[in-house]
């Protein structure tokens, strides 16, 4: 599922400096096809709750495998999910961490 410009997420990438690749999809969430992703190609990719087991099963697979961010190793997933997906106060927390995480690498 990729977060679009009317969901939760997308404010958060938003607060925190960022540019979500999905700003001008007009839904809140969508399945997005491979040829998509591809085309996207996410300089960071959020995927909050990622195991490393599914991690390694994925860098297997077309289309990760062929993402610049995935290539690069630049996944973020280990937020703690409720942050950057529940609204309420401690959202603005999530977003602190997701900025510091993007632009520091910490």
């Known amino acids: ?8 997420p997308h404010n958060a990438l938003e607060y925190a400096g960022c540019r979500n690749v999905a700003e001008n999809v007009k839904g809140d969430y969508f399945r997005a096809s491979a040829e998509w992703l591809v085309r996207a190609d996410p300089d960071f990719i959020i995927f909050l709750g990622l195991t490393e087991k599914k991690r390694k099963e994925l860098t297997e697979k077309y289309p990760w ?9 630049k996944i973020i997933s280990h937020l703690p999910e409720d942050l950057l997906l529940r609204p309420g106060p401690r959202f603005f927390d999530g977003v602190n961490l997701l900025h510091k995480v993007i632009y520091t690498g910490k």
């Open 1 to 8: 599922m990729v977060a679009g410009k009317n969901s939760l």
């Open 65 to 73: 495998n062929s993402l610049k961010a995935w290539k690069e190793g």
